[in-house]
C-alpha cells in the first residue's frame, strides 16, 4: 500500500480522453493524454458521437497506462475523481461510468468535479501556491467563461459566450481557411507570419449598450461570419494576414472583457486557462496590458491549458481536504453549465 494518499483523475468532457494520478503532497505522479485529433480531422470540428466511440475504446487502456507509470495499483488508490460536467454528454457519460464502476467495486470515494472549476484549478497546480481571490477567464473549444474565483471551492460566473466559444470559433475559421483541425494551432502558427492590423474584424459585443447590459459576455459567431465573407469578396487574400487579423480579434475581445471585470471587482489578479490559454499571441498581449494596468497575470503552461486528468485529480484530492462529501453513486453527466453562481458541491 502506497504510502500517501493517492488520487486517480479521469478526464472525457470532449476529444481528449485523459487520466492522472496525483497525491495529496500535491505530486502529478502520471497523467496520460489521448487526443482524437485524427477521429475528428476530416469534419473540420469535434463529432459528438464520434468523440464518445473514441473516448470508450481509449478510457481503460489510458487509465491503465496512468496507474502503471504511477507505479500505482487499484488498492492504492485513496478517491476517484472525474469530470461530470459540463461538455459533451456522451463523451462525459464514458468517464463517469468508467470512474463508477471503479469506486464501487474498490469501495472508495467518488467525486464528480467540474470541467471548468478544473480549468482554473490547473493554474493554481502551475503556481504552486495560493491564487484566489482571482479574476479567472476559461476559454476552450466548448466554453468561454469569466468567473469571480474566491477560493477553489467557490467560483460565481460574471459572464459567457451567447453562441460560439472562442476555441470553437478557431476551429471553424481553421476551416475556412482550409488549416484544419485544431484549428488554434492551426491559426497561431500561420498567423505569425501575417499582418494582425490589415483587416478590421469586429469585436462582438463590445458597444457602449453591450458594455452597459452584458459587459463580460462573449460573442464570437459574427466574427466567425466576418471571416467567411471576408474570404468570399477577397479572391486574392493572404491567409496569414487573414489569421492574424483573426486571432487579434479574438484576443482583443477575451483581453478587454478580462481586465473590465478585475477592474469592476477590484481584483488585481487575472487568471487564463484552457485550451485558447495556449495560445501564443494571447499569452505574449495578456502580459503586456496586465503589466499596464498593474494586474497580476497567471496562464498554465501549455500542457497544463489544455484537457488533462491532473487538474481533475488534483481537485478531487482538495475535496477530500476539505471535508467535502463524495459524490452519490447515482449521479450524472450534466452537458450544460449552472446559470447561477457556480460551487463544486
Not at 496512468?66 to 459540463?86: C, M
Request: net charge negative.
Amino acid at each position: 500500500m502506497a504510502s500517501e494518499l493517492r488520487f486517480l483523475g479521469i478526464e472525457t468532457s470532449c476529444d481528449e480522453t485523459a487520466a492522472a494520478v496525483f497525491t495529496d503532497s500535491a505530486q502529478v505522479l502520471s497523467s496520460v493524454v489521448f487526443n482524437q485529433h485524427h477521429v475528428h480531422a476530416r469534419y473540420g470540428g469535434v463529432v459528438p458521437e464520434l468523440a464518445a466511440r473514441a473516448h470508450l475504446g481509449r478510457v481503460i487502456p489510458v487509465i491503465d497506462e496512468a496507474l502503471r507509470r504511477s507505479e500505482t495499483s487499484l488498492s492504492d488508490l485513496t478517491a476517484i475523481a472525474v469530470h461530470h460536467r459540463p461538455g459533451l454528454v456522451g463523451a462525459l457519460v464514458i468517464g463517469v461510468s468508467v470512474a463508477k464502476m471503479l469506486a464501487a467495486s474498490l469501495d472508495i470515494p467518488l467525486l464528480g468535479v467540474s470541467h471548468l472549476e478544473g480549468h482554473v484549478y490547473a493554474a493554481r497546480m502551475a503556481a504552486g501556491r495560493d491564487i484566489y481571490p482571482c479574476v479567472a477567464l476559461v476559454a476552450s473549444g466548448g466554453h468561454t467563461v469569466l468567473f469571480h474565483a474566491k477560493s477553489p471551492l467557490e467560483l460565481v460566473r460574471l459572464g459567457s459566450t451567447r453562441d460560439d466559444a472562442a476555441g470553437e470559433a478557431f476551429d471553424k475559421s481553421s476551416a475556412l481557411l482550409g488549416l484544419g483541425f485544431p484549428g488554434g494551432p492551426a491559426i497561431d502558427s500561420l498567423a505569425k507570419n501575417g499582418d494582425a492590423q490589415s483587416i478590421d474584424f469586429p469585436r462582438g459585443l463590445t458597444t457602449s449598450n453591450d458594455w452597459q447590459s452584458r459587459p463580460f459576455d462573449f460573442s464570437f459567431s459574427g466574427l466567425k461570419t466576418a471571416v467567411a465573407r471576408y474570404l468570399e469578396a477577397t479572391p486574392d487574400y493572404a491567409k496569414a494576414n487573414v489569421a492574424a487579423s483573426f486571432q487579434e480579434a479574438i484576443v482583443d475581445v477575451l483581453l478587454l472583457k478580462s481586465l473590465a471585470a478585475c477592474k469592476a471587482t477590484g481584483i488585481e489578479s487575472l487568471l487564463i486557462a484552457g485550451g485558447v490559454a495556449a495560445n501564443s499571441r494571447l499569452r505574449a498581449i495578456a502580459q503586456e496590458r496586465c503589466d499596464k494596468a498593474g494586474i497580476r497575470l497567471r496562464i498554465p503552461a501549455p500542457g497544463l491549458c489544455t484537457d488533462n486528468g491532473a487538474m481533475v485529480a488534483a481537485l478531487g484530492s482538495l475535496m477530500v481536504s476539505a471535508g467535502r462529501s463524495p459524490s452519490p453513486i447515482a449521479f450524472d453527466a450534466d452537458s450544460n453549465l449552472p446559470v447561477e453562481a457556480v460551487s463544486l458541491n
